[in-house]
T-cell receptor, first 115, second 111 residues
């Protein structure tokens, strides 16, 4: 009963390094999302994918890229990490149109620190 | 534009106290409204929802009523427990296939 699985859970990077956050869901959901959570700012949407093969920018896409590898997997890449990208990152999934019902299913988060 | 404003925390209450966390929104239409909860070390999970005016969402003793006239969706619980300690997020859906999350309210319940 895994739900949404994110890896890694913790990562420390130096400025300029690259890395990819992996996300996989086993609920056969069509839509997937990447959010970042910062103190006092709630969750902000980075990118989302309404279905396999499509991706769209959210509120804060700069400095990130995404890949919807297949229906299960949605990865987030930081090409050249910056200290401003220090945050907790959450992957979520939902049924098609699930955002209309509000039923997003979240992973446990990935805490990234950029030095 | 569409936006959500949530009561700032942190909020600290004694066990069995009454809880209210305020949430108001500004929207051109009529959003569906949701409360999410994040327990320590976990991801967010849906707590309750209301999709039209005057609807009341409820779960785990929490309630919230969709008030169109005041554009509000305040979260309430009559008697909180230590296990309710968490961060609570108000999250309207303004009709663009994405949720907008409030800033979150950290709740701590003291035994």
């Amino acid at each position: 009963n895994a739900g949404v699985t994110q890896t890694p859970k913790f990562q420390v990077l130096k400025t300029g390094q690259s890395m990819t956050l992996q996300c996989a869901q086993d609920m056969n959901h069509n839509s997937m999302y990447w959010y970042r959570q910062d103190p006092g700012m709630g969750l902000r949407l980075i990118y989302y994918s309404a279905s396999e093969g499509t991706t769209d920018k959210g509120e804060v896409p700069n400095g990130y890229n995404v890949s919807r590898l297949n229906k299960r997997e949605f990865s987030l890449r930081l090409e050249s990490a910056a200290p401003s990208q220090t945050s907790v990152y959450f992957c979520a999934s939902s049924e098609l149109g699930g955002a209309d019902t509000g039923e997003l299913f979240f992973g446990e988060g990935s805490r990234l620190t950029v030095l | 534009g569409d936006s959500v404003t949530q009561m700032e925390g942190p909020v600290t209450l004694s066990e069995e106290a009454f809880l209210t966390i305020n949430c108001t929104y500004t929207a051109t239409g009529y959003p569906s409204l949701f409360w999410y909860v994040q327990y320590p070390g976990e991801g967010l999970q849906l707590l309750l929802k209301a999709t039209k005016a005057d609807d009341k969402g409820s779960n785990k003793g929490f309630e919230a009523t969709y008030r169109k006239e005041t554009t509000s969706f305040h979260l309430e619980k009559g008697s909180v427990q230590v296990s309710d300690s968490a961060v609570y997020f108000c999250a309207p859906n303004f009709g663009n296939e994405k949720l907008t999350f409030g800033t979150g309210t950290r709740l701590t319940i003291i035994p």
